[in-house]
């Protein structure tokens, strides 16, 4: 009998005869029985002790990022997360609890739901948000999909300088609708080593499109150049998404400032470990108008009999266990728990807190650019502003780099050469506030070394 | 009435209402907790950075003018109110750990405290998904071994982890479907799909670009309409969704002759793995003919549900569909060492930015190592022995939507009590004054009245009697003082709410008061 089963021997004889078999194997007679009962080639289970330390010597066989110097992000950020937050979503009542379909006995996830969607539109400037999507990733083609249904069209613009990997989710999800996804470029890379951008997409957008998809700032850092998309795409009927960065969203205006009808973003750095890239959340918050439209759960706030105020899901005729097939989407269980860590790190930091982590930030990313600019055979590549991640050129190639930093102890930033061959001795850097200045001063220095 | 008289009405009657735990929710009515931006002090705020140790730059000189943020409206807070406040919402939840969830189709086990302790090693918390492959070798052996685990498992020996819910792997699974199909030059454009079947099936079957053709079930057998579907199965389906076992907890016994019929019109059979519980180490659905399958971690292999998610929704194919797989995949070169399979000119692509939900699949291969092939063979079958006898217990004051032996959930039929004004949500209503979460109701929808009730295997005896005998006594109340049952739930914080109201005057954030 393992552990985790309390049926002892002898209640599972009174159980079977209150059931009117006397074996478990009576119970499973419409099984075909040449299949029946598997001999598994799995081993004996392990005890709890046995389990623990396999799995911490298996741990520690990785390189634990909080031991060495590190600037890789390219889309994964590692950020402060107070102790505050870990143990209040470690509390059974939200660890433990089911999606909240019985509101009387769920009002503590409902009411922490209406907070995050509270704090998701305080940091997008947009009208409502769901409940949260898996990640930014499944975010950005929900939110494609979403705008090919608000448009009845089927075309959709995404900048080559929105994450990879957003795009390559994006193309996942669109390969089902028959979407046609078309990558406009949005940066060139010169002879020379140095980057160029492009800001006018204007020969793109006409009425056959249903969306454009910046990010911003986008996968090389830089802020994209808006003002005006919004317009050019409203003329048409088409729509800007735009995938946000809650932490940026610190200092610079929010998306709902220049236009956007729909946000996607990526809620998980700001409220637990990097994880290795899992379990994540997205954010997804759009314009009033667009609600009948949205994908996921929803939580509003009603009253019961007496006038008391509560929390419900809500709008549901968009989801999938009442419109089957006509549902918006068929997300049901998403990422509730690291949502609710992401709306305690906020509701934690507060305005001044949260501006101070992107200030940080960005204060360490160009004190290391202008470190790194002094390096003789190294550049910077930014020709925009930029926030707390940058491109450097090195000479050679950045894989290269990568392996001498490895065998310094550093972990080094993201190679770009994997995204572009013309970008081979590009390497993306970042630091946040957790980036100690010693650690920036050792990277400058072996970078001099190579 | 007022709370108070609620609450008498509650206990009139010989009720025997049991807030089992003491839990404060089924305490009564409850003054609401503000929402947290109301708590706001200007000016106040929790914990700092260390003084910035680089030169400071003016910010003007890195963000152009425009592009500066003014107005940020978080609430302000001390560590101490933000500590008190998400505690007390807590509170106003109900939860596996101290209490228990008959909840069909949603598989609400007990979830091992040491799989906590392993997924909080820091050693896998503090990795970058985009790390050297040689720095995560431990986090690759983990992925690598639950794609061992799971294709053991199942019979179905491709597997991939990148989808995180089951929704996600339905979709995955579905979208490869498409893929296999394309890749040998067929366009197809049906997916058959049960009407007892879960919403995410035919909402999913949509998603990848697929019409859904409804199969009827049969009436008294509870299982699949074998003639239905052999009329609706054509050279145009692409697959068949099946649950298995069914929402109603009946094993399809004519899963082999449907998988046989459908391969020969080249149509792919996927099994919602759902209810995967009552098959663990029973059966592998691989073995009976199915190509496709996801598995919600959270349900069967015991991911704390965490109010809706993170799961795990990995994805289990034949041989033949392999190819398809999400890229990249976790696999193992012959010097030991792990790595990323992304050449994979057939796959999919990705569904998830990175590698799916890493933290919550470590919990499940932690789970599964210790359950071993003798647990894995207790699980399943505690699961299908506490299902019945539950349903032994109930079968004397109930009626079953189908009368047979079921695997691990049934179907209450609800219709009954019709006759003295009681419809199903009354009855999940009034079960939460006696202590319990309702069961799942009104699905599946092909069950009018349903009540599914699902206890899984880590529930004892003697909680299963009680919960029974409380589920019988609210059949008593509804017979005997209706009104006590209308009305219910007379012990929560808030009592029934107006979701037609939330659905008509949507009120889905927070709002600065008007000043």
């Not at chain 2, 790390?131 to 179905?156: D, F, K, N, R």
């Not at chain 2, 003082?481 to 927070?510: F, I, K, Y």
Request: net charge negative; charged share 20%.
């Amino acid at each position: 009998m393992s552990g985790f089963i309390s049926t002892t021997p002898a209640e599972r004889d009174a159980m079977l005869s209150r059931i009117g078999v006397s074996t478990i194997d009576q119970l499973f007679e419409d099984l075909p029985a040449e299949h029946y009962r598997p001999d598994l080639d799995l081993p004996p289970g392990l005890s709890e002790l046995e389990t623990w330390q396999l799995l911490r010597k298996l741990s520690e066989t990785n390189l634990d990022l909080e031991r060495h110097p590190n600037f890789l992000g390219a889309g994964a950020y590692r950020h402060f997360v107070p102790a505050a937050i870990g143990h209040l979503i470690s509390r059974g009542e939200f660890l433990t609890s089911y999606t909240p379909y019985q509101p009387e006995v769920s009002q503590g996830t409902l009411q922490a739901v209406y907070e995050w969607q509270s704090i998701v539109c305080a940091l997008t400037g947009m009208d409502i948000s769901n409940a949260s999507v898996y990640d930014a990733g499944t975010g950005t083609g929900e939110a494609a999909r979403m705008a090919c249904a608000l448009t009845r069209r089927r075309r959709v613009l995404v900048l080559d300088t929105v994450n990879p990997r957003y795009r390559e989710v994006l193309a996942t999800y669109a390969s089902g609708p028959d979407i046609d996804v078309e990558t406009v470029p949005a940066f060139t890379a010169r002879p020379d080593g140095t980057l160029g951008r492009v800001t006018d997409f204007s020969s793109k957008i006409d009425s056959s499109v249903a969306c454009m998809i910046i990010q911003q700032p986008n996968f090389l850092g830089w802020m994209e150049q808006v003002e005006g998309l919004s317009d050019a795409l409203s003329s048409v009927g088409a729509i800007l998404v735009v995938i946000a960065d809650p932490v940026s969203l610190g200092v610079i205006r929010p998306p709902g400032a220049y236009g956007a009808g729909i946000v996607v973003g990526e809620g998980k750095w700001t409220g637990g470990p990097v994880d290795f890239g899992g379990p994540l959340v997205g954010m997804f918050a759009c314009r009033k108008d667009f609600v009948r439209q949205m994908p996921g759960r929803i939580v509003g706030s009603t009253i019961d009999g007496d006038g008391r105020k509560g929390y419900v899901l809500t709008l549901a005729t968009r989801e999938q266990h009442i419109r089957r097939e006509k549902a918006t989407s068929n997300i049901c269980t998403a990422e509730a728990l690291i949502a609710l860590a992401t709306t305690i790190y906020f509701c934690h930091l507060g305005p001044v807190g949260l501006r101070e982590v992107a200030e940080q930030s960005i204060q360490k990313a160009h004190y290391l650019a202008s470190r790194i600019s002094q390096v003789p055979g190294y550049t910077v590549q930014s020709t925009a502003p930029w926030l707390y991640e940058f491109p450097i050129h090195c000479p050679k190639p950045a894989a290269q780099v990568n392996e001498a930093l490895l065998a310094a102890g550093i972990i080094g930033g993201y190679d770009l050469g994997l995204e572009d061959p013309a970008l081979a001795h590009s390497l993306l850097l970042c630091c946040t506030e957790v980036t100690p200045r010693s650690d920036i001063d050792r990277l400058v220095d072996v970078l001099g070394s190579l | 009435m007022t709370t108070t008289e609620h609450a008498d009405a509650a206990v009139h009657d010989g009720a025997s209402l049991r807030p089992s735990s003491g839990h404060s929710i089924f305490a009564g009515r409850q003054e609401g907790i503000p929402v947290v931006f109301d708590k706001s002090v200007k000016g106040r705020r929790a914990g700092k950075l260390p003084a910035l140790d680089v030169p400071e730059i003016d910010l003007d000189e890195i963000i152009p003018q425009g592009e500066r943020r003014h107005a940020l409206p978080l609430p302000e807070l001390s560590e101490l109110d933000v500590v008190r406040h998400f505690t007390r919402l807590s509170k106003r939840n109900y939860s596996i750990e101290s209490e228990f969830y008959p909840l069909g189709s949603c598989t609400m086990k007990y979830n091992p405290k040491i799989d906590e302790n392993v997924a909080a090693l820091p050693g896998f918390r503090n990795l970058h998904p985009l790390q050297p492959v040689a720095t995560v070798q431990g986090a690759l052996h983990v992925l690598h071994g639950i794609q061992s685990q799971l294709a053991e498992i199942t019979g179905l020996p491709g597997v991939s982890t990148q989808p995180v819910a089951g929704a996600h792997g339905e979709l995955t699974g579905i979208l490869m479907v498409r893929a296999a199909h394309l890749k040998q030059g067929r366009m197809r454009r049906k997916v058959l799909i049960p009407d007892s079947a879960h919403g995410t099936n035919p909402a999913t079957a949509a998603m990848a670009g697929y019409e859904s053709i409804t199969i009827g079930h049969d009436r008294v057998t509870g299982e699949l309409d074998f003639e239905d579907f052999k009329s609706k199965l054509d050279d145009d389906c692409a697959a068949v969704m099946i649950t298995l076992p069914n929402t109603l907890g009946l094993f399809e016994r004519r899963i082999e002759e449907i998988c046989r019929l459908a391969h020969e019109v080249g149509c792919f059979v996927y099994c919602d793995g759902a209810n995967l519980n009552a098959l663990v180490g029973q059966i592998r659905p691989g073995d009976l003919g199915v190509d496709l399958l996801h598995v919600n971690l959270h349900k069967t292999f015991a991911v704390p549900h965490g109010g809706g998610g993170p799961g795990g929704g990995a994805i289990c194919v034949a041989a033949s569909l392999e190819p398809f797989l999400p890229a990249p995949l976790v696999v193992q070169a012959t010097d030991g060492s792990y790595a990323y399979d992304a050449d994979r000119p057939d796959s999919i692509g990705r569904v998830h930015s990175y590698q799916g939900n890493f933290n919550a699949v470590l919990r499940s291969y932690a789970y599964i190592l210790q359950l071993g092939k003798e647990g894995l063979g207790e699980l399943g079958a505690n699961a299908v022995l506490n299902a019945n006898y539950m349903r032994a217990l109930l079968a004397d004051d109930f009626t079953f939507y189908v009368d047979r032996i079921c695997m691990h959930e049934f179907v209450l039929d609800g219709r009954p009590f019709k006759e003295f004004g009681i419809r199903t949500l009354d009855i999940a209503k009034r079960l939460i004054d006696h202590g319990y979460h309702p069961p799942t109701i009104y699905f599946p929808l092909i069950a009018p009245e349903a009540i599914m009730i699902e206890p899984t295997e880590t529930e004892s005896k003697e909680t299963m009697d009680a919960f029974a005998s409380a589920l019988i006594a609210v059949a008593n109340e509804a017979r005997s003082t209706p009104s006590v049952v209308q009305n219910a739930p007379h012990m929560t914080p808030v009592g029934r709410l107006d979701e037609v109201r939330a659905a008509r005057q949507p009120d889905l954030r927070w709002q600065a008061p008007v000043s």
